[in-house]
């Protein structure tokens, strides 16, 4: 299949000639049509599967029809849960929509808002925008929606996870009721379900994966070690095995910046990215990382959500993530587009409990290999895969009696295990 017959016109199918796409991914060839002929889409589909283009594609076609924004006026609204990720998709709409005379504008918290209130005075036929400052805009009367024609949701699921349903409640309140909805989620929670059930109508449904499956074309493992070598095991690994480009995740901020330090010690180039960055440092951070001379970026989950770096050789998973859905958006980064993907994960024995929740969402018991000199003296349990259906988390009350020994042992250090960085 190519991309000349799904609807697009010739100065879009120029754009994506230029990038060099030769074949539509699965989620755009399904997408693009749906979107060009109207119709509302629910999308099961992370990033790596083409989604951002799965949706900026037939935007731009859709947009370049209509008469363009006035003054202040949106007439497609992206939402997005990071920076990274709106600026990344700000660019897609650039790229893709060069050939256009459309406006676009993207506005995200963490730098001044005047300069992104002077842009939107000229209209933006297509606002990105993460939730926080699109209300605060909104509030200071520099962006309205009368003429809004379509509402994006990418990556709806981080959106509820960082709190955003408030913010999201009440932007979807201010939107005219007839208008085109795009939803974009890698997991559909019951929660998520229960968002699109008030927003998409008669909704065309896409899913690119099964789902919470992990992406094909990434070999995973698990290097079990004791939790005081993880550093020393890293550095050993990234020489040892000549990674080049590797993304570490980090549970957090600070153990980011400790592990960035020791890296450092141990001759890798390395960089932090999370929440306590500013944005210029999180935005050079990623530049350094893309163009080579970084040689390792630890990141926090909410910082790395979104990246987007081309073929992605190597994530490593430096603590296993509280939430074993994290571990799907992580593996995600890698393994992209057609290109192959190692994701390595350390585990200590302590996170046995946290190993076998994501084996069991993945429905899938990861290989072990253990490095020569950093047997673990406390061993890591064997996986047993357990099949029982994994349920939706529902919100719990404090209890006075933790009768969970994971649970009252990270209460005990004072730690929200549902807390997000
Ligand atoms: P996304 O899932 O939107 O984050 O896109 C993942 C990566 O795939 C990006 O680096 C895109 O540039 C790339 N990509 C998107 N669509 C295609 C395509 N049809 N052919 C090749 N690469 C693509």
Not at 167 to 194: G, V
Not at 314 to 330: A, G, K, M, T
Request: no cysteine; charged share 25%.
């Amino acid at each position: 299949m190519s991309f000349d017959s799904l609807g697009l016109s010739a100065p879009i199918l120029a754009a994506v000639k230029e990038k060099g796409y030769e074949t539509p991914s699965p989620i755009q060839a399904q997408a693009i049509p749906a979107v060009i002929e109207g119709r509302d889409v629910m999308a099961a589909a992370q990033t790596g599967t083409g989604k951002t283009a799965g949706f900026t594609l037939p935007l731009l076609e859709l947009l370049s029809k209509g008469p363009r924004a006035p003054s202040n006026q949106a007439r497609a609204l992206v939402l997005t849960p990071t920076r990274e990720l709106a600026a990344q998709v700000a660019e897609s709409v650039e790229t893709y929509g060069k050939n256009l005379s459309l406006n676009s504008t993207v506005v995200f918290g963490g730098v001044k808002i005047n300069p992104q209130m002077m842009k939107l005075r000229r209209g933006a036929d297509i606002l990105v925008a993460t939730p926080g400052r699109l209300m605060d805009l909104y509030n200071q009367k520099a962006v309205r929606f009368d003429k809004l024609e379509v509402l994006i949701l990418d990556e709806a699921d981080r959106m509820l996870d960082m709190g955003f349903i408030r913010d999201i409640r009440k932007i979807l309140a201010l939107l005219p009721k007839r208008r085109q909805n795009l939803m974009f989620s890698a997991t559909f929670s019951d929660d998520i379900r229960s968002l699109a059930k008030g927003l998409v109508n008669d909704p065309v449904e896409i899913s690119v994966s099964p789902r919470n499956a992990t992406a094909r074309t990434v070999t995973q493992w698990v290097s079990p070690v004791d939790k005081n070598q993880k550093p020393a095991l890293l550095a050993h690994l990234i020489w040892e095995e000549k990674w080049e480009q590797v993304l570490v995740f980090s549970r957090t901020k600070h153990g980011a910046n400790k592990l960035t330090k020791f890296l450092e010690n141990n001759g890798i180039k390395a960089a932090a990215i999370h929440g306590n960055k500013s944005q210029g440092a999180r935005t050079r951070a990623l530049a350094d990382f893309k163009s080579g001379s970084i040689r390792a970026l630890v990141a926090t989950d909410i910082a790395a959500r979104g990246l987007d770096i081309d073929q992605l050789p190597q994530v490593v998973n430096f603590d296993l993530p509280n939430v074993p859905e994290d571990y799907v958006h992580r593996i995600g980064r890698t393994g992209r587009a057609g290109s192959t993907g190692q994701a390595v994960s350390l585990v200590a024995a302590e996170e046995f409990k946290l190993l076998s929740d994501i084996e069991r969402l993945i429905k899938q018991v990861l290989d072990r290999k253990v490095t020569e000199g950093f047997e673990p003296v406390h061993k890591l349990p064997p996986s047993r895969l357990n099949t029982r259906p994994v349920r939706a988390k529902k919100p719990k009350k404090p209890r006075v009696d933790h009768r969970d020994g994971q649970r009252s042992g990270d209460n005990a250090r004072g730690h929200k295990p549902k807390a997000r960085r």
